[in-house]
């Protein structure tokens, strides 16, 4: 297993919630992680990455500001924190390695590892 999210689960609105992805083998030295999400009946969608030295964020404008990517390259890992949750925040969430090159870094197609998804459940 590349990749291993953990953390999800059911929060009311306004609260927060924690996501960590442990990444392993190749994926564990990607130049560039994410997060994605895919709510019910929706496609998939960028939430936020994080390059290699951490230096670099990128975050879909729908959680600028209430939510934080950060990575520990030492453990290998990746953490999504989200804060001011709302109920369309309600999703699948999913972590990504890149480890290819691309021009792009929110299109799913740069991400070559994923991993199997965390659901998170934001009550109104």
């Known amino acids: 297993v590349q990749l291993q999210a953990s953390g999800g689960g059911l929060v009311q609105a306004g609260g927060s919630l924690r996501l960590s992805c442990a990444a392993s083998g190749r994926a564990s030295r990607s130049d560039y992680m994410g997060w994605f999400r895919r709510a019910p009946g929706k496609e998939r969608v960028f939430v936020a990455a994080?390059?290699?030295?951490?230096?670099?964020?990128i975050y879909s404008d729908s959680v600028k500001g209430r939510f934080t990517i950060s990575r520990d390259n030492a453990k290998s890992t990746v953490s999504l924190q989200m804060n001011s949750l709302k109920p369309e925040d309600t999703a699948v969430y999913y972590c990504a390695a890149k480890t290819k090159y691309s021009r792009t870094y929110t299109s799913e197609e740069a991400y070559d590892y994923w991993g199997q998804g965390t659901l998170v459940t934001v009550s109104s």
């Open positions: 994080i390059g290699w030295s951490a230096v670099s964020t």
